[in-house]
């Protein structure tokens, strides 16, 4: 066995080592609003259910480790002291991975995730349709846990109404745990599915994803892609070029074979077929293969 003393190691492989080790955790995907109006969507894997007389949820926006700034998320629930913090499922996995990334101040992680913002009755923040759970909370106070990058902010929120999806619901009326579907953070890329087991989520990109509001109509309409798909396909930098798409199908007889067809469903269900295997890249060559 070995034996650790915090001090002796990197910050980030300290933070490795926890996040790791103390799993299966629960996400709280908090919608906040700034003073000035504007919404903000994040997840947050630092999160629990501490009381319940009163209701109390507490999560936990942490410093950045890389330079010690602290999120929207923090600034917004220290302004206006409300939050709404949705449960997340397997459905929206993705689209969750999508927001946490990195956009600048006053961009809509809403639009760049392509979830749906719904009004609140008793805050200002706004719900997350998709989301199977939602609890509005007022925040009762806030708790700096240090000055440093990798600092904890623990928000401690009361909750002052929920509003529960009815199809997670059993006959008796308490939430079915296969139905809602559940998904937990693990270390590193993983993720736990609470009906199934492990999988991993590639980690959204250092640089910007391009958000799921870039992507054509005529794609997000399509009955072939769910959320999920959505998620992954915003989750790229740029498109590829025209060159690169007709080199991608010069070289790829199934996917040529699929677009002489002139099925747009088929062309997309390829589509779907790498993004299934992680291969957002070559979905985006097939699906702007269809327009050029």
């Known amino acids: 066995m070995i034996s650790i003393e915090p001090k002796d190691i990197s910050l980030v492989k300290l933070q490795d080592y926890l996040q790791s080790a103390v799993a299966p955790r629960p996400i709280a995907f908090a919608s906040t609003m700034s003073k000035s109006g504007r919404p903000n969507l994040s997840p947050f894997s630092f999160f629990n259910v501490f009381s319940s007389n009163p209701p109390i949820l507490i999560f936990s926006p942490a410093r950045r480790v890389r330079d010690n700034t602290i999120k929207h998320t923090l600034i917004n629930a220290e302004a206006t002291r409300e939050v709404v913090i949705n449960v997340v499922n397997f459905d929206m996995v993705h689209q969750v991975s999508l927001s946490s990334t990195e956009y600048a101040d006053g961009v809509n992680e809403f639009l760049k995730s392509g979830l749906t913002q719904i009004p609140s009755d008793m805050v200002k923040p706004y719900r997350v349709k998709e989301s199977p759970v939602q609890f509005e909370c007022r925040v009762n106070e806030i708790i700096s846990l240090g000055n440093e990058g990798g600092a904890g902010n623990l928000i401690i929120c009361e909750v002052l109404k929920i509003h529960i999806v009815e199809n997670i619901l059993d006959e008796n009326g308490s939430i079915d745990q296969y139905k809602i579907d559940l998904i ?109």
């Open 184 to 292: 937990s953070r693990m270390g590193q890329n993983w993720y736990s599915r609470s009906n199934q087991g492990l999988f991993e989520v590639p980690k959204p990109l250092a640089t910007i994803g391009i958000g799921v509001d870039a992507i054509p109509d005529y794609i997000k309409q399509s009955p072939i892609f769910d959320g999920n798909d959505l998620g992954r396909l915003g989750n790229i930098e740029s498109l590829p070029t025209n060159q690169e798409v007709s080199i991608f199908v010069k070289e790829n007889f199934a996917v040529k074979g699929v677009l002489s067809a002139d099925d747009i469903l088929k062309v997309h269900q390829k589509a779907k077929e790498f993004l299934q295997n992680d291969d957002v890249l070559s979905a985006w060559k097939v699906l702007l293969a269809e327009r050029i």
